[in-house]
């Protein structure tokens, strides 16, 4: 080629092509048969070193460490090893043509250079409030840590009654933020705006709460609710002020808990509350998910076989020194040889930390049979996670029992309540998958708002 036409092609040739920067957030659609994820892959760039960090908006998941970024100029190369995830692609200036791995699936993957704009949520509250808001903190004696939280109350100051949120299984902000959606903090405002005052607060080792999130169990929750209760009790101007508790999930395992052993607690507003014992529900939810995946029927069935064999070992054998080795020898005959020994060990870690081990035994009977005050229980009838049915089923049995098996007792203090159509999260639904949450714009079915609050004023503080 002549020298001088080759230096007029570079001219005419864009910048973007001499620069060849993958700098930048990018963004695709994860396509298989059953399920659509997001996934954002964000790097940065110092000198000439590259980092990186994988997002999955529709799990909930963000700022996933890449452990490496290779880049040639052309082929693209993200290794996120927490999730074994490789993704290998072409660079095509804004746009890179690849192929997401994960253990032994690969499937196609093309990124778009853009900022990711998060999914819409028009319920969510926005200052300015009507209503006074504080940030408080309190200690929970037992584990000498500071919580810390948010006080909504009425202009007035003179609230109706006081609730405290309990958030559900996992770390979770006051807000009980998850799949960007902010579900307490929606509580918070609705009830507010109706005269109830509400106290939500970080979990343990969460945002400005100290001490150890991980080590913990359900009763050492309880007793981080128990020390929110004090703390409203402690304030003079709430000296006569009728206070419940409202969990959700987990929390409303936690709800009873702290009610039994107290005499100071008017109502309790159950949200999608365990009736059984977590290994129960635990096997249950694999079925339902499985099944609304679209996996096949004699593989569900098979896995949850499995489960239910493997917390049967955990269930008999808990106090057993060679509880570990008993699994391991379990799962490896289940998984096969070929199955690394690292991971076997990984899933043992998991189904044997504290939180696991109580969840999976504790019967929630215990607490809810010794409960006597105004409670409401609701589920949702697409509920995947605490399966609706199997659950009101037996809280019903359990507050039954607590009013001596008296119906008319029973009657006017307990409220059964089922929703059809929503979801885990409240929100109404077509599949009650998890991966639909953070694709619903709605954060919690007005219905469901409505029909809480009115109980509560109508019934959970009259007694």
Do not use: C
């Not at 028009?122 to 408080?136: G, L, W």
């Amino acid at each position: 080629m002549n020298y001088k036409l080759f230096i007029a092609l570079l001219i005419l040739l864009p910048s973007s092509l001499f620069s060849q920067s993958i700098e930048g957030s990018w963004n695709g659609i994860l396509k298989t048969e059953n399920f659509e994820l997001k996934i954002v892959f964000n790097i940065s760039k110092s000198d000439t070193l590259y980092t990186a960090n994988m997002d999955s908006p529709d799990q909930g998941a963000k700022g996933i460490p890449v452990n490496r970024v290779e880049f040639n100029g052309t082929i693209v190369k993200l290794f996120v090893s927490s999730a074994m995830v490789e993704y290998s692609g072409v660079f095509m200036g804004d746009k890179i043509m690849g192929t997401f791995k994960q253990g032994s699936a690969s499937i196609p993957l093309n990124l778009t250079k853009r900022p990711f704009e998060g999914p819409k949520r028009p319920q969510e509250p926005r200052a300015p409030f009507p209503y006074s808001v504080q940030d408080v903190s309190f200690m929970s004696p037992k584990a000498g840590i500071e919580l810390s939280g948010t006080l909504t109350l009425p202009k007035d100051a003179n609230p109706k009654a006081l609730v405290v949120l309990i958030s559900g299984s996992g770390p979770q902000n006051r807000d009980e933020e998850i799949m960007n959606h902010k579900p307490f903090l929606l509580w918070a405002d609705y009830l507010t705006k109706r005269g109830i005052g509400v106290l939500r607060f970080d979990d343990r080792g969460v945002g400005k709460s100290g001490g150890s999130f991980s080590a913990s169990t359900s009763f050492d929750f309880s007793d981080d609710v128990n020390s929110a209760v004090d703390y409203l009790r402690g304030r003079g101007e709430f000296k006569y002020i009728k206070i419940g508790l409202m969990g959700h999930s987990e929390g409303g395992l936690i709800a009873p808990i702290v009610a039994s052993v107290r005499s100071d607690i008017s109502f309790l507003v159950l949200l999608a509350a365990p009736g059984v014992k977590g290994s129960d529900i635990i096997v249950a939810q694999q079925e339902l998910i499985g099944k609304a995946s679209g996996a096949p029927a004699e593989e569900v069935e098979k896995y949850s076989k499995i489960s239910r064999e493997l917390y049967d070992i955990i269930d008999k054998e808990r106090n057993n020194p060679d509880l570990k080795k008993l699994l391991f020898d379990f799962i490896r005959t289940n998984a096969g040889e070929e199955t690394p020994e690292n991971k076997i060990n990984q899933q043992i870690a998991a189904i044997t930390t504290p939180w696991m081990l109580t969840f999976l035994n504790y019967d929630p009977a215990e607490a809810q049979t010794k409960i006597k005050i105004p409670v409401i229980a609701v589920n949702g009838t697409k509920d995947l996670q605490v399966p609706y049915e199997e659950n009101l089923k037996a809280l019903e049995k359990s507050f039954l029992t607590a009013h001596g098996n008296s119906r008319d007792s029973f009657d006017k203090y307990v409220t059964i309540m089922k929703i059809e159509g929503v979801n885990h999260l409240f929100q109404r639904s077509q599949t009650g998958l998890p991966m639909e949450y953070s694709k619903i714009e709605e954060s919690i079915s007005p219905e469901v708002l409505e029909k809480v609050t009115t109980w509560i004023l109508e019934k959970g503080i009259i007694y």
